[in-house]
Nanobody, 117 residues
Framework: QVQLVESGGGLVQAGGSLTLSCAAS????????IRWYRQAPGKQRELVAS???????VYADSVKGRFTISREMFKGTVYLQMNSLKPEDTAVYYC???????????WGQGTQVTVSS
C-alpha cells in the first residue's frame, strides 16, 4: 500500500510562487502515473497536471506556462512548481497515483493553497 503526503501549500500574493511536494511511502516503485488535482470551494475537483512513469507531462489549459510538474522516481516524490499564481488558483491541491498492473489509485490528504489579490 502506498501512502501519499502533500506539503508546501500556504498563503501567497498574486504573482507569487509555491512549490508543492507529494511524497510516496510504501511500494513506491510500482507507481505509474501521478496527477495533481485541485478543488476550490463549491467547485468540482479538476485535474491540474499529470506525469507518466516515463516523464510525459500534461497540463490543464488554465495552468499551462505557469505550472510545472516533475518527479524523482527514486525518491517517489512528485513536485508541482506554481508560478505567476492567481486568486483563481486558490484551492486544496491533491496528488493521486496509479500503479503498474493494478486498478487501484491512492490519494493524498490535500494541501491548501490560497492566493490573495
Amino acid at each position: 500500500q502506498v501512502q501519499l503526503v502533500e506539503s508546501g501549500g500556504g498563503l501567497v500574493q498574486a504573482g507569487g510562487s509555491l512549490t508543492l511536494s507529494c511524497a510516496a511511502s510504501g511500494s513506491r516503485f510500482n507507481i505509474n502515473n501521478i496527477r495533481w488535482y485541485r478543488q476550490a470551494p463549491g467547485k468540482q475537483r479538476e485535474l491540474v497536471a499529470s506525469i507518466t512513469r516515463g516523464g510525459i507531462t500534461v497540463y490543464a489549459d488554465s495552468v499551462k506556462g505557469r505550472f510545472t510538474i516533475s518527479r524523482e522516481m527514486f525518491k517517489g516524490t512528485v513536485y508541482l512548481q506554481m508560478n505567476s499564481l492567481k486568486p483563481e488558483d486558490t484551492a486544496v491541491y491533491y496528488c493521486n497515483a496509479d500503479f503498474l498492473g493494478s486498478p487501484d489509485r491512492s490519494w493524498g490528504q490535500g494541501t491548501q493553497v490560497t492566493v490573495s489579490s
